[in-house]
């Protein structure tokens, strides 16, 4: 199958869809390219939570939009691009009016915005959307739905992308089983990020990294990539995000036979609830306070073997009634947020004041990715990233709410930018005529006879024992050694009539996790979300973001 269009767009979360929408009212045809069907793809309407944090400040309130570019820049600790922030809370403001006319809601309260402060915050700017993202992507699909130079092509998995004379000229994939050439004048990669590669993440079957592996091999430059937003779920009955404000309530953790799970790693100056009262500030795992060791006793615990039979640890809130939450300090949203969190997981068929659950440490988002630029460009002419495939606008720590709205923000410049260029660009040549070595061997690959499951769960066991929480020189030399072992065994494997399309997203995973492997090695200190147990202090050596770039 041939297709030629102005604009292909790789993936239909929050960021693909924004960017089909922008390109698309600048008059460029536009094909949106998904795996699962519109509504159902990305990480943004993933059902893992009771709420969405979406970080704006208020244009009203003088200096608001500049607090919140410093605190970017501040959790950045010196990794944000600080053009690409700057932008990012300068434009935020407008995209909540953009998305309310969409049909969004937004939580109210004492009859303006209710909002929070939210993880790595100084002040409160975190509108809440109930439902997570779902009310996003709903309204965007409607959106696209209206735009009859928008195609929606599902089932569809892209392998890589054409670069002829330093331009991206369009991508090769599978459609079902048939294979696909999108001839395209720019091609916009919104896929989302790698969870999928870990064996506990807060991400949907179709995030699996294909847009950092896929931008690699092209031969773009990466950013960021040792940084990455690890935060703790409940694990059972249901999986769902923990948001830091239920820290406050200082449940209890036991390990399978009961035993308090901090001992071993609380330095003698802390206690427990301190821990839990510092983490209450943010979800995702930091090494920048004494949060980190909620997660290090998590983790610490669950590969020790003193995890449960399913591989968390005991959460109890039998202690806390609503009365006791309205009883204590309101500094992290919890009076507001509370009953959602409660009602939420009822919902799901779960009592927190009543049942036993359990919690463990889960994968959650990359904060680094495809450097772009102030176009939402790459290093590769006509190649552009928004969401969580772009690097650049986050840092070693990201802003709670910050990813929703850089998925609208760089969505609409990258898809408003591509826009520009294909209306100036000709069409190459049919990419099916290009001759690729890559791209030939990624074809071969469709039909070598593999246990993909089998491998994939030796990847997610290598990240999630080496890349999650504490880090260390020889575990990330495991990772990069079963990185290696894997793609041997993918080389020399069987060949067969039969095309495979499970070893594209293997593929993708097994070179991601291998970039990220090698970004953590480089990174011989702690900073923010990569916390190097043998190096666990900042050092000002890598004072820089770390760069990385196939052959480079």
């Known amino acids: 199958m041939n297709i030629t269009i102005d604009i292909l767009v790789i993936g239909a979360g ?30 943004t309407s993933y059902p893992v939570a009771e709420m969405a944090g979406y970080n704006a400040g208020d244009v009203s309130i003088p200096m608001d939009v500049q607090m919140h570019y410093n605190d970017i820049i501040e959790a950045g600790q010196g990794m944000a691009d600080e053009e690409l922030a700057a932008i990012v809370a300068s434009r935020a403001p407008e995209t909540i009016r953009q998305l309310e006319e969409w049909g969004v809601k937004f939580e109210h309260e004492n009859e303006g915005y209710y909002v929070f402060r939210s993880c790595f915050s100084h002040y409160p700017r ?33 392998m890589g992308l054409y670069v002829r004379d330093g331009c991206c000229v369009g991508a090769c994939g599978l459609a079902g089983r048939e294979m696909v050439y999108i001839n ?46 690890i935060g703790m779920g409940f694990s059972w009955p249901v999986v769902n995000i923990f948001n830091g404000y239920i820290w406050e309530t200082k449940p209890r953790l036991s390990d399978r036979e009961g035993k308090d799970i901090f001992e071993e790693v609380l330095p003698q100056n802390l206690t427990p609830d301190q821990v839990m009262h510092e983490h209450r500030k943010h979800f995702p795992f930091s090494s920048s306070d004494d949060s980190k060791y909620l997660e290090v006793a998590v983790q610490t615990a669950v590969k020790n073997g003193r995890g449960t039979q399913r591989g968390g640890i005991r ?74 495939c772009a690097g650049g606008p986050h840092g070693a720590d990201r802003l709670g709410g910050n990813m929703m709205v850089t998925c609208q923000v760089f969505g ?27 791209m030939e061997e990624m074809k071969a690959l469709l039909y070598r006879k593999l246990d993909c499951m089998g491998m ?30 894997l793609e041997g065994e993918m080389v020399h494997a069987d ?27 480089e990174r011989r200190e702690s900073r923010g979300s990569h916390h190097r147990a043998d190096h666990p202090f900042k050092d000002e050596r890598f004072n820089k973001p770390v760069t990385i770039r196939k052959n480079g």
């Open 456 to 485: 994939l769960n030796r990847l997610r066991k290598a990240a999630q024992d080496n890349l999650l929480v504490a880090r260390t020189e020889d575990g990330l030399t495991q990772v990069l050694n079963v990185a290696g072992e």
């Open 184 to 229: 395209s004048k720019a091609v916009i990669l919104a896929s989302g990020g790698c969870g999928q590669a870990f064996e506990r993440n807060m991400n949907p079957s179709d995030v699996t990294g294909g847009g950092y592996s896929m931008a690699y091999h092209a031969g773009a430059d990466l950013v960021n990539m040792e940084f990455m937003q």
């Open 412 to 438: 609409e410049i990258a898809g408003t930018s591509a826009a520009e260029y294909a209306l100036r660009t000709q069409h190459a040549e049919h990419v099916e005529h290009l001759r690729d070595p890559h």
């Open 495 to 521: 060949t067969c009539q039969e095309i495979y399309p499970e070893n594209i997203d293997l593929y993708h995973m097994l070179t991601t996790v291998r970039i990220m492997a090698r970004c953590a090695l």
């Open 315 to 388: 959460a109890d809130f039998s202690h806390i009634t609503d009365e006791y939450v309205n009883s204590l300090k309101d500094d992290c949203g919890i009076h507001h947020m509370w009953p959602i969190a409660r009602d939420y997981l009822r919902s799901r068929g779960v009592d927190l004041l009543l049942d036993q659950v359990e919690v463990a440490c889960y994968a959650h988002a990359i904060n680094g990715g495809v450097r772009i630029n102030t176009k939402g460009m790459s290093s590769i002419q006509g190649l552009y990233a928004a969401g969580e």
């Open 126 to 158: 975190t509108h809440v959307i109930k439902g997570h993202g779902e009310p996003v992507v709903r309204a965007m699909k409607d959106q696209i739905h209206a735009r009859p130079n928008i195609t929606v092509m599902d089932d569809v998995t892209i």
């Open 14 to 43: 929050g960021a693909g869809c924004r960017a089909a929408i922008a390109a698309a009212d600048c008059g460029t045809s536009v094909l949106l390219a998904s795996k699962k069907p519109l509504g159902e793809s990305g990480a």
